[in-house]
């Protein structure tokens, strides 16, 4: 059993920068490709980037190639996503997730966070 807790998110202007992580639990979270997809409101849950286990691939939407950049740290079970150049598009509740069940880019993961808001607006 994994469980994964987020941090991070809040409210930012556009063009700011926002850091969010998910802490996961449990001896395996090393060997999962880890995701994060975001849901805004009346939208259905959107894919937006992938870490395989080694953190050698990395895998994004093109809505956010450029300006989003996912990490690892595999000695703490964390894994990052560092959003930068935010849009007011970007606003949705974000949720990290733990060993997709089939591809990395469909939302059927076996664990997920918690969620977070986060918020682009001036």
């Known amino acids: 059993q994994v469980q994964l807790v987020q941090s991070g998110g809040g409210l930012v202007q556009p063009g700011g920068s926002l850091r969010l992580s998910c802490a996961g639990s449990?001896?395996?979270?090393?060997?999962?490709?880890m995701g994060w997809f975001r849901q805004a409101p009346g939208k259905e849950r959107e894919f937006v980037t992938a870490?395989?286990?080694?953190?050698?691939?990395?895998y994004y939407v093109d809505s956010v190639k450029g300006r989003f950049t996912i990490s690892r740290d595999n000695a703490k079970n964390t894994v990052y996503l560092q959003m930068n150049s935010l849009k007011p598009e970007d606003t949705a509740v974000y949720h990290c997730?733990?060993?997709?069940?089939?591809?990395?880019?469909?939302?059927?993961?076996?664990?997920w966070g918690q969620g977070t808001q986060v918020t682009v607006s001036s």
């Open positions: 870490i395989d286990w080694s953190g050698r691939g990395t």
């Open positions: 997730a733990a060993e997709p069940l089939g591809t990395y880019y469909s939302a059927n993961y076996r664990y």
């Open positions: 449990g001896r395996s979270f090393s060997s999962y490709t």
